[in-house]
């Protein structure tokens, strides 16, 4: 039983290497600038350990996508924590949609989400039951800082539509920094956002799925 022990934990200990190793490399070079022996490199493993998890490099993607993720919305959360309490609604939301695109890591995602558009294998495995991990992280983490809008299909459709802006001013913001473009954006998501919320407050909720309904 120790045995069996010791070796899950070393199992987990070198996966988790490898995903931090990952991460670090597509930071830093892009995906298809980090090959498998950068990874290994990094992680201070042999090709031969990752080839024992994991059967491709791009198999060791999923669970680098969603350590990225968990490491998003972890730091969001502790950040809506330390908002003030007399902050308006709808720029505490699109303050912590900022934080979300703006964490460094999320430029993993978009290296991830780009390559998958011309790698089959990739996008099979990280645009199946992984497409809609950041999405319902998304919307657990709105609803639960939110309550009184997450009955609301109305409420998650804007945002979520709203969050693929902010995910296009992140690309942009990877090649240039725009901040007056960006203050202006973020200006406009929240007059719209205001507006869905007043709409919500006055006319009452929906009682749809917010989430399983939406289109994307």
Not at 80 to 96: K, S, T
Not at 120 to 128: A, E, K, M
Request: include cysteine; charge should be neutral.
């Amino acid at each position: 039983m120790q045995t069996r022990r010791t070796q899950q934990s070393r199992r987990e200990s070198t996966i988790g290497k490898l995903v931090e190793a990952a991460i670090e490399c597509l930071m830093e070079c892009g995906y298809h600038g980090t090959s498998v022996q950068l990874i290994c490199n990094r992680a201070g493993v042999s090709q031969g350990a990752l080839f024992r998890h994991f059967a491709t490099k791009n198999e060791l993607m999923l669970p680098v996508g969603r350590k990225v993720v968990d490491d998003i919305f972890d730091a969001a959360l502790t950040l809506a924590g330390q908002q003030p309490p007399g902050m308006a609604e709808e720029e505490r939301i699109v303050g912590l949609m900022r934080a979300l695109v703006m964490s460094p890591r999320h430029i993993v995602l978009l290296e991830l989400l780009m390559a998958a558009r011309t790698t089959p294998d990739l996008r099979d495995i990280f645009l199946g039951s992984a497409s809609t991990y950041f999405r319902d992280r998304f919307v657990a983490l709105m609803a639960s800082l939110f309550p009184r809008y997450a009955i609301s299909t109305g409420f998650f459709a804007t945002l979520l539509t709203m969050m693929t802006t902010m995910h296009g001013m992140a690309l942009y913001r990877t090649l240039a920094e725009h901040p007056e473009g960006d203050r202006m954006r973020e200006q406009w998501l929240q007059a719209a956002l205001r507006t869905e919320l007043e709409r919500i407050r006055e006319e009452g909720a929906d009682t749809r799925n917010p989430v399983y309904q939406l289109p994307f």
